[in-house]
């Protein structure tokens, strides 16, 4: 039989306690939604927290979390990495430099629409860190809104509704899908972290919250199960009252399932709701097999049940019994929680009775609690305002001319070499060039504005055009990278023509366009597999063209593709050369208005900027490829004889 009232639970709390907490809740409902408010905003010295800049309180709820676990939950435990990506003070600069070689961190949404918890993330990890997956019903009160994602972009989050197609958590077909998904997504490893929110309108039920969340709370702990990674993944899940032998029975099982769990209830919840989060920490391959297979089980009976039935316990009492530390726990958790909420549920009827009891230190409070969770004081306006285009363009390329920004072509070899006559000379290695093949002799500079609009740019064009439909369209924000273009690129049939980068100047407001080309193309990599880019509706594949250095060996695989483009980028700035020592049978990099020696420095590559109007591509690659290839060989070969080097010696000397 369906049970519809806990305040007969006593197993796992004291009845009486029980009792009142019904009572004071059932109360409540003699008040009007006017009289609550103002209950609210006067009785909880935290109210005026609210969401800070983010799209709702969610987000605050797990910012208090995060830092409860000294930010293990991020995975952001580094203060100075932390405050690097998202300084405390406005005037300090944002920078990912302590970040941009850490692995992606990976996380699943379930149930958490509008995106509060999502959007948070993304911010608390900064720049192109991230990622999140996220199944949720389609168009409906949960589902995700790409314009209320401020502070943390939308680009980096993966929704999907299932292999049904609707989102429903709950049916067994969409989990076992999301959890095949989400394991495509991450190489078959899962995520770092689970955050599970869904929740139920109680529409007047508020004491009977915990009963009819069961179900969902099952799948969500399924969810759980599947996602996270094994020895290292997490699990935040909202609960309600923890008195029913379902809700125990599920939090024992996460208590073998993970290495350490606790129930918390943050500042930043209302103290006189029911409202307080499970955390898990560290998946175990138990969890991650048996337990999971279990649950799948129970979940799959609820569709067999006789009408009016119900599944009352995943664990016999009888079995919980035998772990009295367990046991222990959840009566004094429950102990504790429900004298706070009776408290609290009494001093908001004192205070609307008499509003000089409340709390005098809100703005105080508001201010110390954003602090310690190293949360920015600013307004949500700040995340929200509009900057042009052009101003972020001219921001980033330093006044960079956009006459400078033309195609250079080299149709022949002979061209190639007069083009770039660094190629010629038997000290001068090979390796100070690279090389990329592309399948379109066409190119742009793609731009996104600070809320993602995509603009390019053509070359032999100074004006920067806007793409028709921009809310529709989708790229990580304040991005400037060169990609491939061909005909079919934004167009009708725009998912099947995936956008290729070459080079990257921004990510996501990660400025990389002084790195050298080879790290830049490595964190283009990074931001490639972790954005969601959408165009007309459509998700258009994001992919980065990879470069070589210049040898001979690559020269011949090239040789191979008759339907490319080579293009060829110099790796140092015009006054710097790569030279081979034949004493100290080493490379150098040398200065040449100076002929001094230089370390290998930011200031000696060449930039993004640089290589617009310094980088050659050979069109005619099938005609060309044969001659090109075997002056290659023959540079090679007079380097090799010159430095007295065999030619599988300077096959190692590569960057």
């Known amino acids: 039989m369906t049970k519809t009232r806990v305040d007969d639970e006593d197993k796992y709390c004291d009845p009486d306690l029980s009792k009142q907490i019904v009572f004071e809740k059932e109360d409540m409902g003699n008040y009007s939604q006017k009289q609550k408010h103002?209950?609210?905003q006067t009785a909880n010295e935290y109210e005026k927290v609210k969401s800070a800049f983010f799209q709702n309180r969610e987000a605050m709820k797990l910012a208090a979390l995060d830092q409860m676990f000294n930010f293990v939950l991020t995975n952001e435990s580094d203060e100075k990495k932390r405050i690097s990506k998202n300084p405390m003070l406005s005037h300090h600069r944002k920078t990912n430099?302590?970040?941009?070689?850490?692995?992606?961190?990976?996380?699943?949404?379930?149930?958490?629409?509008?995106?509060?918890?999502?959007?948070?993330?993304?911010?608390?990890?900064?720049?192109?860190?991230a990622r999140a997956n996220h199944p949720t019903q389609p168009n409906q009160m949960g589902d995700y809104e790409q314009k209320r994602f401020t502070a943390g972009s939308f680009a980096f989050f993966d929704t999907y509704y299932g292999i049904k197609g609707n989102g429903d958590i709950c049916?067994?077909?969409?989990?076992?899908?999301?959890?095949?998904?989400?394991?495509?997504?991450?190489?078959?490893?899962?995520?770092?972290?689970?955050?599970?929110?869904?929740?139920?309108?109680?529409?007047?039920?508020?004491?009977?919250?915990?009963?009819?969340?069961n179900r969902l709370f099952l799948c969500e702990f399924i969810s759980a199960l599947s996602l996270c990674q094994i020895d290292q993944?997490?699990?935040?899940?909202?609960?309600?009252?923890?008195?029913?032998?379902?809700?125990?029975?599920?939090?024992?099982?996460?208590?073998?399932?993970?290495?350490?769990?606790?129930?918390?209830?943050?500042?930043?919840?209302r103290p006189a709701c029911s409202e307080k989060f499970l955390v898990c920490k560290k998946l175990t391959e138990t969890g991650a097999t048996v337990i999971k297979e279990y649950l799948t089980y129970v979940n799959e009976q609820f569709d067999n049940l006789p009408e009016g039935m119900d599944i009352t316990q995943v664990v016999p009492k009888?079995?919980?019994?035998?772990?009295?530390?367990?046991?222990?726990?959840?009566?004094?958790?429950?102990?504790?929680?429900?004298?706070?909420?009776?408290?609290?549920?009494?001093?908001?009827?004192?205070c609307l009775k008499n509003s000089n009891l409340a709390p005098k230190n809100q703005n105080e409070a508001r201010?110390?609690?954003?602090?310690?969770?190293?949360?920015?004081?600013?307004?949500?306006?700040?995340?929200?305002?509009?900057?042009?285009?052009?101003?972020?363009?001219?921001?980033?390329?330093?006044?960079?001319?956009?006459?400078?920004?033309?195609?250079?072509?080299?149709?022949?070899?002979?061209?190639?070499?007069?083009?770039?006559?660094?190629?010629?000379?038997?000290?001068n290695v090979l390796s100070e060039f690279a090389v990329q093949m592309l399948n379109s002799g066409e190119h742009r500079i793609l731009m996104s504005d600070n809320r993602g609009y995509i603009h390019i740019l053509q070359p032999n064009n100074q004006m920067i055009k806007g793409m028709k439909n921009a809310e529709f369209?989708?790229?990580?924000?304040?991005?400037?990278?060169?990609?491939?273009?061909?005909?079919?690129?934004?167009?009708?049939?725009?998912?099947?023509?995936?956008?290729?980068?070459?080079?990257?100047?921004?990510?996501?407001?990660?400025?990389?366009?002084?790195?050298?080309?080879?790290?830049?193309?490595?964190?283009?990599?990074?931001?490639?597999?972790?954005?969601?880019?959408?165009?007309?509706?459509?998700?258009?594949?994001?992919?980065?063209?990879?470069?070589?250095?210049?040898?001979?060996?690559?020269?011949?695989?090239?040789?191979?593709?008759?339907?490319?483009?080579?293009?060829?980028?110099?790796?140092?700035?015009?006054?710097?050369?790569?030279?081979?020592?034949?004493?100290?049978?080493?490379?150098?990099?040398?200065?040449?208005?100076?002929?001094?020696?230089?370390?290998?420095?930011?200031r000696i590559y060449s930039s993004f900027w640089d290589n617009l109007y310094l980088a050659c591509k050979v069109s005619d690659w099938a005609n060309a490829s044969y001659n090109f290839t075997t002056k290659i060989v023959e540079i090679h070969r007079k380097f090799c004889i010159s430095n007295d080097l065999s030619d599988a010696e300077d096959d190692e000397i590569v960057p």
């Open 233 to 269: 993944g997490n699990f935040v899940c909202k609960l309600y009252d923890t008195v029913t032998p379902f809700t125990v029975g599920l939090i024992y099982l996460m208590w073998v399932a993970f290495d350490e769990i606790a129930i918390c209830k943050p500042v930043s919840v």
């Open 473 to 602: 369209n989708g790229f990580p924000p304040r991005s400037i990278v060169l990609i491939q273009h061909k005909k079919g690129n934004f167009g009708p049939e725009a998912q099947n023509y995936p956008i290729r980068i070459i080079d990257a100047a921004v990510l996501a407001n990660d400025e990389v366009a002084f790195l050298p080309l080879f790290l830049r193309l490595k964190y283009a990599k990074k931001f490639a597999q972790n954005a969601v880019v959408r165009f007309n509706g459509q998700r258009i594949p994001l992919e980065v063209t990879s470069a070589y250095s210049l040898g001979v060996a690559q020269m011949k695989s090239f040789a191979e593709n008759i339907h490319g483009t080579l293009k060829i980028s110099r790796l140092y700035k015009k006054e710097y050369n790569l030279i081979w020592n034949k004493d100290k049978r080493c490379e150098e990099i040398i200065h040449t208005p100076t002929m001094d020696i230089v370390k290998k420095e930011s």
């Open 97 to 129: 430099e302590f970040s941009r070689d850490e692995e992606t961190f990976f996380f699943a949404d379930v149930g958490g629409g509008p995106g509060a918890h999502a959007e948070f993330l993304i911010w608390r990890k900064g720049f192109y860190n």
């Open 318 to 350: 009888s079995r919980l019994d035998l772990d009295a530390r367990f046991v222990k726990f959840i009566m004094e958790h429950n102990r504790k929680v429900f004298l706070g909420q009776i408290n609290s549920l009494q001093f908001y009827k004192k």
């Open 367 to 427: 201010v110390e609690a954003l602090k310690y969770w190293n949360i920015p004081d600013i307004s949500r306006d700040v995340t929200i305002g509009y900057e042009h285009m052009s101003d972020i363009f001219n921001k980033f390329s330093r006044g960079f001319d956009l006459k400078r920004f033309y195609h250079i072509f080299a149709y022949s070899d002979q061209s190639t070499f007069r083009t770039l006559p660094r190629l010629n000379g038997a000290q």
């Open 38 to 40: 103002i209950m609210r």
């Open 171 to 213: 049916d067994p077909e969409n989990l076992k899908s999301f959890e095949r998904y989400v394991k495509e997504k991450t190489d078959g490893k899962g995520v770092h972290l689970v955050v599970c929110d869904g929740a139920l309108d109680p529409d007047g039920r508020e004491t009977r919250q915990e009963l009819f969340h």
